[in-house]
């Protein structure tokens, strides 16, 4: 049994092996998901502020045109203020007149606040727009990279794997359908040590008799009764040995 677990330690240590590389491709994986989706949420605010700018640019028109309504009548009002004869109606003209120049007035101010939120908007839209750039090119770099090293990832889980398919010959079926079983359930570690009585898999001090059988190395597959995975004596520890 010590030469299963043995084999079955180096077996260990090739999955995690792989589980590095695959951990190396879904985080380069995940990074690229998430500066695409930065950009997508960029590209959507930007198309939140152009929909926002086209609203003012519309507002802007339309003060304009009050604008440009208001002076004509002055223009013309005043023109008439020479035909007049009548104090009752000049003086009605007069108040008329002062009645469009107040309201071009509001209307110029009108048009000095959409102008300053047209002029924000632009350099919002500005902003993001280099933003979008850059995180662009962000993304080409992490695309070009993944590309460049999948092969790389591919060849060496391939080599692995191979190399994992040679050592499992060395031990029973069902002594390694045993460890895939815990190694499912645990997170991708089936086999730990026990140190000073803890089972290095949970921190759990494990019980005086087993501790006994795995330093007396019982011909058995031992496991914690706690996480339940496939424990070995840890001979580093020496003084625990003797």
Known sequence: MQHS??????IQKMDLEIGEIEGERESLRSRIGEVEGEIE??????RRLG??????LKKKRDVEEQIRLRVERIRRDEKRTAEIRKDREYGALL???????????????ELLKIEEEIAG?????????????????????????????????????????????????????????????????????????VKDEICQGCYINIPPQVYIRLMRGDDELITCPHCHRILYFDHSDRSEAV
């Open 95 to 109: 108040r008329e007149i002062n009645n469009a120049k107040r309201e071009r007035e509001e209307h110029e101010f």
């Open 121 to 193: 908007l632009d350099k919002r839209l500005e902003a993001g727009k280099a933003a979008i750039e850059e995180k662009r090119g962000v993304l080409a770099a992490l695309t070009s990279d993944f590309g460049a090293r999948e092969p790389q990832w591919d060849k060496q889980i391939a080599e692995v794997t191979e190399r994992r398919k040679t050592v499992m010959g060395e031990i029973k079926p069902l002594v390694l359908k045993t460890y895939e079983r815990i190694k499912e359930k645990r997170g991708g570690l089936g086999l730990v040590p």
């Open 51 to 56: 929909e926002e700018l086209d609203g003012f």
């Open 41 to 46: 949420a960029l590209e959507a605010e930007q």
């Open 5 to 10: 677990l043995k084999v079955l330690e180096e």
